[in-house]
């Protein structure tokens, strides 16, 4: 009878442990979407970011003589 238990709480971790990275996968993925589509809207409305220029590309430091 103890094995069956001990078998059977292995069972229900692996389950619970496998919904849980799955759902972290998933949360991540999403986010993933949405930043990326929060960053394309604000690139094709011209809007700037953080040390970036309108054309995504960030200015070349260059050096003074």
Do not use: N
């Not at 990275?21 to 929060?38: D, K, N």
């Not at 809207?41 to 070349?60: C, L, V």
């Amino acid at each position: 009878m103890r094995r069956w238990f001990t078998s059977l709480w292995i069972l229900r971790v692996a389950v619970v442990t496998t919904l849980a990275c799955s759902l972290l996968l998933q949360a991540g993925y999403f986010g993933r979407v949405l930043f990326l589509i929060w960053q394309s809207s604000s690139r094709a409305r011209g809007t700037r970011h953080r040390g970036q220029h309108a054309d995504g590309y960030r200015k070349a430091r260059v050096p003074v003589v």
